[in-house]
């Protein structure tokens, strides 16, 4: 039985041939998501902006009906609330962004949260309110300024780490990589407007972890045809390691895209957002692995002896030394 190939053994496409229109749309399409980032904003969620969260349990049931809540309280005009089961199956937190003019007014918040444990309760009768606990604007804010230290302190790290364990060049490519797949899934929250909340933060993580874990494999691979083609033309060689581990990258964003296929569409809409920045992320992760990562050495003036140890003089007449005596 043949085993699926998605890519033939001993391919040669020429990456680097593309190199300069494929680095002209990565900027392009950088400096659109900054653009839309700056104009249009993304629609932060409850996380972000401040919002109320009613704690319920349902004491005669094994699970929370989940679905019928909100389509419940959808209806009240409230935005789309965020149910989470919270602590049991039959607890949920339902959390909704405060209702415009609360900063000033409070009684709309509290007329708000009044009105949801009202509709609540009338429609299920074994629905208990545990409580009602309101965050605000200011520290929603701290939490995502919070977030956003976190993503890039977590890409900096990275590109550290990849700096000692490979060479400096190897953690300038990282960190241009990581900067171009988080910007361009940044971008795609702001163009949709899907609700930019923790969830989204999570998807931007998990995307760092992939770009980081593809372009691992790419610079692992060019390191040791480096030592092994000491000759080679610094362009070819990017493009015999990019071939070499192009069946490995492939297989894998298929294997991960097919499961977030299924989620984007097959999925409950709470996790739409999540799965959609996921799928962007793969697909842009993958690519930069290619079109930023290799070529980034090549800007960088990597070649074959980039990493020999430079021969002191001492060293020099040292080895003159000995292969005089073996010639003798």
């Known amino acids: 039985m043949r085993l699926l190939k998605l890519i033939p053994d001993n391919t040669n496409i020429h990456f680097l041939k593309w190199q300069w229109p494929t680095t002209i749309l990565s900027i392009v399409l950088m400096i659109g998501s900054l653009v839309l980032l700056f104009t249009q904003g993304l629609n932060q969620g409850v996380d972000f902006v401040g919002g109320q969260m009613i704690r319920v349990t349902f004491t005669q049931s094994q699970d929370a009906p989940v679905g019928a809540l909100r389509s419940e ?54 629905a208990r309110i545990d409580g009602v606990d309101s965050v605000s604007g200011k520290v929603s804010k701290e939490l995502g300024w919070t977030a956003f230290k976190s993503l890039g ?19 300038v490519g990282t960190l241009i990589s990581l900067i171009h797949d988080v910007i361009l899934t940044i971008g795609l929250f702001a163009l949709t407007q899907m609700e930019f909340d923790l969830t989204a933060v999570a998807a931007i993580l998990t995307v760092i972890g992939y770009s980081l874990n593809d372009t691992i494999v790419v610079y692992d691979r060019i390191r040791e045809n480096l030592k092994k083609y000491r000759r080679m033309p610094t362009e070819q060689l990017l493009d015999l390691s990019i071939n070499e581990t192009l069946h490995r990258t492939v297989m894998t964003s298929v294997t991960i895209l097919m499961a977030l296929c299924a989620l984007l569409f097959l999925g409950p809409k709470v996790i739409f957002a999540f799965s959609a920045a996921m799928i962007l992320g793969i697909v842009v992760a993958t690519y930069s692995s290619i079109y930023a990562a290799a070529p980034m050495l090549l800007w960088l003036k990597v070649t074959s002896n980039s990493f020999v140890p430079t021969e002191t003089e001492h060293e020099r007449q040292e080895r003159l030394t000995r292969e005089r005596s073996s010639a003798t």
Do not use: C
């Open 73 to 126: 309280i959808e209806k009240l005009g409230y935005g789309e609330p965020i149910i989470q089961t919270f602590g049991a199956p039959n607890a949920v937190s339902i959390r909704l962004r405060l209702p415009e003019g609360s900063e000033t007014n409070a009684g709309l918040a509290d007329a708000m949260s009044k009105r949801i444990s009202s509709v609540v309760k009338t429609d299920h009768a074994d």
């Open 153 to 171: 302190f977590a890409a900096i790290a990275i590109s550290i780490y990849i700096w000692i364990r490979f060479e400096w060049q190897f953690g």
